[in-house]
């Protein structure tokens, strides 16, 4: 068994697997999911997992250069927003029309379903390098 990190199989897989700038989504529980790409469903009921601990939870085993958010969180959600900001840490932000991030969910590794019942509670992460 491992010992740290993330302990789904599923987001293991696809983390171990990314490459510099590859992508993968954090989705609230209401953001459609391409039927071609690959779909970690965590959510069990509405708020569990949250957004933000599943973020967490990815940003201590990710190398991340980029996030992209929404442009609408700005007004819709900005207490979630204020905790992506926090976790991030510095890492740049690129804000995208609400449309626009659907379009890029298509080009994703995966993406992870949460609980989160909040509007706009989307990020994508691109992939950093460790070196």
Same mark, same amino acid.
């Given at each position: 068994m491992k010992k740290q990190g993330i302990l789904n199989s599923? /987001?293991?897989e696809v983390l171990?697997? =990314?490459g510099h700038t590859d992508t993968i989504v954090i989705a609230d529980c209401g953001l459609p999911i391409p039927?071609?790409?690959i779909r970690i469903d965590l @959510? +069990? $009921?509405l708020g569990t997992p949250s957004f933000i601990?599943? =973020?967490d939870a990815l940003l201590q085993d990710m190398a991340v250069e980029k996030i992209t958010l929404a442009n609408e969180i700005n007004e819709y959600n900005p207490n979630v927003k204020g905790e992506v900001l926090t976790l991030t840490n510095g890492i740049p932000v690129q804000y995208v029309s609400h449309e626009q991030f659907k379009e890029q969910t298509k080009n @994703? $590794? @995966?993406v992870i379903?949460?609980?989160e019942a909040t509007p706009y509670a989307n +990020? /994508? =992460?691109h992939a950093g390098v460790i070196f």
């Open positions: 599923h /987001i293991s171990s697997r =990314l039927d071609d790409t @959510a +069990i $009921k601990e599943t =973020l @994703a $590794k @995966a379903r949460t609980g +990020i /994508i =992460l």
